[in-house]
């Protein structure tokens, strides 16, 4: 039975670091504050940012929530951003995603000041990751990550699983996870694969894995025959179907095979929030 990366202990581990900075910026007066701004009333999005504005303030930290009717004009949704920009009790800030179809992400994106990108999305910020060599480089620099990816080398890190000449391939190529990802295990010497809906013998390629991450978006899709005996598997996936939320890996015909695994949910999901809570407060931190 392959050993749990689990997405509960070690985003507690991260929480409670934050919880110690933000008590130190208490003290001199700051209170790290969060934006979130939801347009319409998708029930997947009402979930996701009903949890981040709960995390946020369990852990003493100001939430600030715009949420927007799912007519707003591509217009009025920059003003909502370029307010939240110039709201000094903002420190870090979310569009939560998808927009309705209407909306265009990419200026409204581009519009969030670099120093508030708490999702690590803006493309100032994911240049300049990528223009970076190593991760202590990346590290050093104090932009803030994108969160998911993020989240998933603290885990590798965090388990001290060697990651510096393992073969890893990632499964799924989008901005928000699978390209990230594959930079920042580059930045730690993993000689690394981008596979992908189209990838030709998927799960040869999958085989070949000493760190196969997940990030596809179908439900059980990767099984026994696309992982190899002792792999680490983190499976970024989540997906609602008729027997619960499930990841992209059969988690169930692979834990007797792989050395490490992630839970759907309990993995990448808490990680993914404890980061974008830590950009938050370290955005805090730089604005004094």
């Not at 099984?223 to 983190?234: C, I």
Request: charged content about 20%; some cysteine.
């Amino acid at each position: 039975m392959a050993s749990i990366l689990d997405g509960k202990k070690l985003s507690a581990q991260i929480n409670k670091e934050s919880e110690q900075k933000i008590e130190t910026l208490k003290k001199k007066g700051v209170v790290p504050g969060l934006a979130t701004v939801l347009v319409g009333e998708d029930p997947g999005s009402q979930v996701y940012v009903g949890q981040k504005i709960k995390k946020c303030q369990a852990m003493g930290m100001a939430s600030i929530h715009r949420p927007l009717n799912s007519g707003v004009s591509q217009e009025e949704l920059r003003k909502t951003v370029e307010d939240l920009n110039q709201d000094p009790q903002v420190h870090g800030m979310i569009v939560q995603l998808p927009l309705p179809k209407h909306l265009d992400p990419e200026p409204i994106i581009a519009t969030i000041n670099p120093k508030k990108d708490a999702d690590g999305l803006h493309p100032m910020n994911q240049g300049l990751m990528g223009r970076l060599k190593s991760w202590k480089e990346i590290e050093n620099s104090g932009i803030p990550l994108p969160c998911t990816p993020a989240g998933v080398i603290q885990m590798l890190l965090r388990e001290k699983i060697e990651i510096a000449g393992k073969n890893a391939v990632i499964v799924g190529r989008s901005t928000l996870v699978g390209k990230p990802i594959a930079q920042l295990l580059l930045s730690l010497n993993a000689t690394v694969t981008i596979a992908h809906s189209r990838t030709q013998n998927l799960m040869e390629v999958c085989q070949s894995a000493d760190i196969l991450v997940a990030a596809l978006g179908k439900p059980l899709y990767i099984n026994k025959d696309g992982v190899k005996k002792g792999a680490v598997v983190v499976d970024v996936g989540i997906s609602r179907t008729d027997q619960g939320l499930k990841g992209d890996v059969d988690f169930d015909a692979v834990k007797d095979i792989v050395s490490w695994i992630t839970p759907v949910p309990g993995g990448v999901g808490p990680m993914t929030v404890a980061m974008l809570l830590s950009n938050t407060v370290k955005a805090a931190e730089k604005s004094m």
